[in-house]
């Protein structure tokens, strides 16, 4: 028995190891190198499939985008993009379709109340946090024709950020 468990595992090693498809970095995840992607693909792609205008910010260079999919705002796709910012902080932008308030309950399952407003330029940001432990705040900017959700684990001027170069961009795509 312990043969054949021994022939099984080197047969995976080899397999998995030719393919190219698996990495080992013996420092811990926060110290290795960030994964990129392309997020300005993404949102040329995702503007195709949605039913409104998406934007695709232009952000400092220390700003590294490592994530960018697409998930659902109460029930309705919605592309999401994130941001590895100066390596010590996370910043995730949304773009929704789904009016403010339905965007906010469809963020997530934690409940959220609304704590305040401020500026960004012209655009007037919403903010809704939760008394729950680890609920991030999620910011809430509306463009007219979008919502841009912004949340993570970063300074408020992170987000704002965000908020002011979705903003500028101009529309991406024929939407």
């Not at 499939?49 to 220390?62: S, V």
């Not at 932008?93 to 469809?106: C, R």
């Not at 963020?107 to 809704?128: A, K, L, N």
């Given at each position: 028995?312990?043969?054949?468990?021994?022939?099984?595992?080197?047969?995976?090693?080899?397999s998995?190891g030719?393919?190219?498809?698996?990495?080992?970095?013996?420092?811990?995840?926060?110290?290795?190198?960030?994964?990129?992607?392309?997020?300005?693909?993404?949102?040329?792609?995702?503007?195709?499939?949605?039913?409104?205008?998406?934007?695709?910010?232009?952000?400092?260079?220390?700003?590294?985008?490592?994530?960018?999919?697409?998930?659902?705002?109460?029930?309705?796709?919605?592309?999401?993009?994130?941001?590895?910012?100066?390596?010590d902080?996370?910043?995730?932008l949304?773009?929704?379709?789904?009016?403010?308030e339905?965007?906010?309950?469809?963020?997530?399952?934690?409940?959220?109340?609304?704590?305040?407003?401020?500026?960004?330029?012209?655009i007037?940001?919403?903010?809704?946090?939760?008394?729950?432990?680890?609920?991030?705040?999620?910011?809430?900017?509306?463009?007219?024709?979008?919502?841009?959700?912004?949340?993570?684990?970063?300074?408020?001027?992170?987000?704002?950020?965000?908020?002011?170069?979705?903003?500028?961009?101009?529309?991406?795509?024929?939407n």
């Amino acid at each position: 028995m312990l043969l054949s468990l021994g022939a099984i595992i080197i047969v995976m090693v080899l397999s998995v190891g030719f393919t190219g498809m698996c990495s080992f970095n013996k420092d811990s995840a926060e110290h290795g190198p960030v994964r990129e992607v392309d997020p300005t693909t993404f949102i040329e792609i995702e503007a195709g499939a949605m039913n409104f205008p998406l934007h695709m910010p232009a952000m400092p260079e220390d700003w590294v985008a490592n994530s960018a999919r697409r998930t659902a705002i109460a029930g309705e796709p919605a592309p999401a993009i994130g941001w590895v910012v100066r390596k010590d902080s996370y910043v995730q932008l949304i773009q929704t379709g789904v009016e403010a308030e339905e965007a906010v309950k469809g963020f997530d399952e934690h409940p959220r109340e609304q704590d305040g407003t401020h500026q960004v330029g012209d655009i007037t940001v919403t903010s809704y946090s939760s008394d729950e432990r680890g609920v991030r705040p999620v910011m809430v900017a509306d463009l007219g024709t979008s919502r841009l959700l912004v949340s993570g684990a970063a300074p408020e001027e992170d987000f704002d950020a965000v908020i002011a170069a979705t903003a500028k961009a101009p529309v991406v795509g024929s939407n």
